[in-house]
């Protein structure tokens, strides 16, 4: 399991994260975000990034609170970045709220730092390196070992401090005691316990985030504490090291000659990146260089609470708190080496042909060297660098922004040049944002004309306007236009976030004439057949009249005839 973690219901898909991270360690898979593990180098960039808290800092708290618990002798190894983070307190007033948590001992880890520095300063001495990059970011180490493992030759073999101060508590108290690294650095729990090379000397990590919601669990107001006083080794300088410059500061105030090394202290990770590309240039030549992958360093770490304060200040504040000497101190003891081995541990990543680089760059609108902007919002440093993680799969087509700003613009207007409505976008000042092919020829006015005028100047505007004042879209509006002889149906959408109304329209001038000529041709025949009928009618009639007449006569001859052989046959008796 990892540092970090990822909540993926609180993923809003931004992609930020992605965009800054500086190894892209992050990638998109199927439209959401994936991190890969190996490749990290846990500088917390993207937690500090990232607006939905989604990403998320896997905490020993629990595990220390066992310790506690179960009876256990817990020691606090501190950073001194707490004397820059903590600024509106007093110093002794923070160790005395983490007493008042349970733990037997707090100390500095910067007494580690005591013994690095003497490293530091005897690898000068011997000159055997042409430049030494300082070992005590835990972030950097990272970086070197995965990304740029042919700098392994110029990092000093020396442990970070926080691991010399586990070595010293182990061989002052025992195996048996529990040591609690408290830091600023996502990255320590990765060196201090999952590194084979450094494991064993401390036995949970927590950061100054998790330390004050657990200050907050238990009731502990740090304004209110009593001030502790130091009764351990006062570090002095060497609690520098959690500011920028402060090895240096530390290296310094021991004394003694660099030897003939210039000093240089660089922050932050594409900093580090242009150090080593320089190197490699061989730019860059018996130089100490002290990096740390935060801007302003350890007290500028991505775990320090999220207090809202000024670096600037935070620097000056821890400088202001220290003893600016180099402190007495007793000498290493037996059997405790300092010594570390920096192994490449990077996979190497395929490189595709320059011929599949540039079909990647043609799919991506960058067929011609001069489309090939590097402008950096994709996250990589340039277009070449974002086609080859796209082949590598760290990256994907679409996240490209000229790309998709083009790409939506092209299907826009084939969208508005094809379709046979009218497309009118209107701002609040009724001034014409969108005018579309259609309109063009119906109003017969160009697009360009069109955008540097209002709409009232060329149609009647008043659909438009109830619109606006209502902040409401209409649908299916019957709208005329007399001037142009032209009849409408209007669906005007009002987007309340852009304050413009997009209006469809289609004409249906035609379609009403051609409706009113189907009326009259119904009209017509049923007129026709109406005729029809009445003369149909006027026949029945007729008919019906001459029948009458003739079946009377002929009831009168046959009744005539009948009473007459009636009377005959009556005579014949």
């Known amino acids: 399991m990892g540092a970090i973690g990822f909540k993926k219901a609180k993923c809003k898909d931004c992609y930020k994260c992605v965009r800054l991270c500086p190894v892209k360690a992050i990638t998109v898979q199927n439209e959401h975000i994936k991190f890969a593990a190996s490749d990290c180098i846990l500088c917390g960039q993207c937690l500090e990034a990232c607006p939905q808290d989604a990403i998320t800092v896997f905490s020993d708290i629990d595990l220390v609170k066992q310790y506690l ?60 390196m042409d430049n030494i990059i300082t070992s005590a970011c835990p972030v950097v180490n990272q970086y070197v070992e995965t990304y740029y493992p042919d700098m392994i030759q110029y990092m000093a073999p020396v442990v970070s401090p926080v691991i010399a101060h586990g070595k010293l508590l182990k061989e002052e108290f025992g195996d048996s005691v529990k040591i609690v690294a408290i830091s600023p650095c996502l990255a320590e729990s990765t060196e201090d316990l999952k590194d084979a090379r450094t494991s064993g000397y401390i036995d949970a990590v927590i950061n100054f985030e998790q330390l004050g919601q657990w200050f907050e669990e238990k009731g502990i107001v740090l304004e209110q504490c009593r001030q502790w006083r130091h009764d351990r080794v006062n570090p002095m300088i060497n609690g520098a090291y959690a ?35 320089s190197i490699r240039k061989g730019e860059i030549h018996r130089c100490f260089l002290e990096l740390n992958s935060c801007v302003r360093g350890c007290i500028n770490g991505p775990v320090t609470g999220r207090i809202q304060r000024n670096r600037f200040k935070s620097h000056l504040t821890l400088l202001g708190r220290i003893m600016k000497d180099f402190p007495q101190y007793e000498p290493l003891p ?133 619109v606006l004042q209502e902040k409401r879209s209409k649908i299916n509006l019957r709208v005329d236009y007399k001037s142009y002889k032209m009849k409408t149906i209007q669906n005007l959408i009002y987007v309340r976030e852009q304050g413009v109304v997009i209006g469809i ?32 009618m006027m026949v029945a009639q007729e008919i019906a009249g001459l029948l009458g007449e003739t079946t009377a006569e002929t009831k009168m001859t046959l009744t005539r005839l009948r009473d007459r052989l009636m009377e005959d046959g009556e005579e014949s008796k």
């Open 334 to 466: 037996e059997g405790i080496s300092l010594e570390k081995t920096f192994e490449a541990r990077g996979k190497t990543a395929q490189i595709p042909t320059e011929e599949e680089i540039r079909k990647i760059l043609v799919a991506i609108g960058k067929d011609t060297p001069e489309k090939e902007l590097n402008c950096g919002a994709c996250g990589f440093h340039t277009c070449r660098e974002k086609a080859i993680a796209v082949y590598q799969g760290k990256s994907q087509i679409q996240m490209c922004l000229p790309y998709m700003y083009e790409n939506a613009r092209h299907l826009s207007d084939v969208i508005l040049s094809v379709t046979p409505s009218l497309v009118i976008i209107v701002d609040e000042q009724l001034r014409i944002r969108e005018f579309n092919n259609a309109a063009e020829v119906k109003f017969n006015i160009s697009r360009e004309e069109a955008l540097k005028s209002y709409l009232y100047e060329i149609i009647d505007s008043e659909s438009f306007q109830e």
């Open 505 to 536: 329209i289609r004409d249906i001038t035609d379609e009403e004439k051609q409706n009113a000529k189907r009326y009259r041709l119904k009209m017509e025949a049923v007129n026709s057949a109406q005729k029809v009928i009445d003369k149909q």
């Open 69 to 128: 618990q179960d009876g256990m002798t817990v020691i606090a190894s501190l950073s001194p970045a707490y004397l820059g983070i903590y600024t509106d307190i007093e110093p002794g007033q923070f160790i005395e709220g983490l007493y008042r948590l349970g733990f037997s001992q707090v100390r500095e880890s910067a007494e580690g730092a005591i013994y690095v520095t003497n490293e530091y300063q005897r690898l000068m001495r011997e000159g055997t």
């Open 243 to 277: 500011t920028s410059g402060g090895i240096t500061m530390a290296i310094n105030a021991k004394g003694g000659a660099t030897c003939g090394y210039q000093t240089l202290y660089i922050d932050g990770i594409e900093a580090c990146r242009e150090i080593f590309e």
